[in-house]
């Protein structure tokens, strides 16, 4: 795919609908009028809306300020907990999805690229990894960081809760360490698990301190010197149609990382198939309502 055709395959992330490429190559426009900027070096800026909510913003900022110590930081966090291997445990992370040789897959909070490299090698050869971020800084950081001749690049600011892509777009969708702070994260859920095809993972993790250990007196400490490792994990926001849903723990238990295939639709319970082998009728519809019954005496 190339850079103009990925431009091309892109939606307005506001309702959808195509987007034109102007003949400059500079910028793209939606069916209602509103234009979406190619800023230097390729980058699609397709965040929306473009005043980003309160909590977007503050993150926007903090991470464009920390970009360039970003990286040590992080590392310096794995360290602490319980002497992690960051290596091992982000190649876990990628190995979570499945990937394979020709894979489109979208990261997104791609950050400085540690991620995005292992997945553009397991992809290779004829894959397409597309990189997204909420921070200009940390995008172009990572196109500095990241070549490959037998894989298609591609970077876009986006806001992960409104991507600029069709439905089932992508084999695979991969995001760590960020999706406690979305301000609209349960929308963030839908969107990600949208633009995957079904039979494809997603796996997305981020910082919370697992529930047995919040007591004891390293984490204790843990929780009070960072908020961000209350956060619970936010199972309610995962959307009714994933499938094979698992929950890890990692790096000294006080991240996690979920996986999940996305499914054709919801699963259902079959409420009113009869129990064989009775002689009258009883069903999960006729058990919930004697329930009910019950419960009004």
């Known amino acids: 795919m190339t850079h103009q055709d990925f431009l091309r395959s892109l939606v307005d992330p506001q309702d959808r609908t195509p987007l034109t490429l102007s003949d400059d190559q500079k910028t793209l426009v939606s069916q209602n009028g509103t234009t979406y900027d190619v800023l230097e070096g390729g980058i699609f800026n397709g965040l929306y809306p473009k005043n980003l909510l309160a909590e977007d913003a503050r993150e926007q900022y903090l991470y464009d300020q920390a970009y360039l110590r970003y990286d040590r930081g992080v590392s310096w966090v794995f360290q602490t907990l319980n002497d992690s291997d960051e290596a091992a445990t982000r190649r876990f992370m990628i190995g979570l999805m ?42 172009r950081l990572a196109t500095e960081k990241l070549q490959s001749k037998t894989v298609d690049i591609h970077f876009l600011l986006a806001n992960g809760s409104y991507l600029p892509f069709a439905d089932g777009t992508f084999d695979a969708l991969f995001h760590f360490g960020g999706i406690n702070t979305f301000s609209e994260r349960k929308l963030a859920f839908e969107e990600i698990t949208r633009v995957v095809k079904p039979g494809g993972k997603v796996v997305v993790g981020d910082e919370s301190i697992a529930p047995w250990l ?20 936010p199972l309610e926001d995962v959307p009714a149609n994933a499938l094979d849903f698992k929950l890890h723990w990692i790096f000294g238990n006080a ?15 079959l409420i009113d198939l009869p129990m064989p082998g009775k002689d009258f009728a009883d069903t999960w519809r006729i058990r919930a309502e004697a329930a009910d019954r019950e419960k009004a005496e």
């Open 98 to 139: 499945n990937l394979k040789p020709g894979m489109s897959v979208l990261e997104v909070g791609a950050g400085t690229g540690k991620d995005s490299a292992l997945i553009i090698d397991q992809i290779s050869p004829g894959g397409t990894a597309v990189l997204s971020d909420l921070s200009p800084n940390m995008l």
């Open 214 to 233: 919040r007591n004891t007196p390293t984490y204790a400490t843990l929780l009070k010197a960072n908020p961000l490792f209350r956060a619970d994990v």
């Open 255 to 269: 991240f996690y990382v979920m996986e999940y295939t996305v499914g054709e639709k919801a699963p259902e319970v």
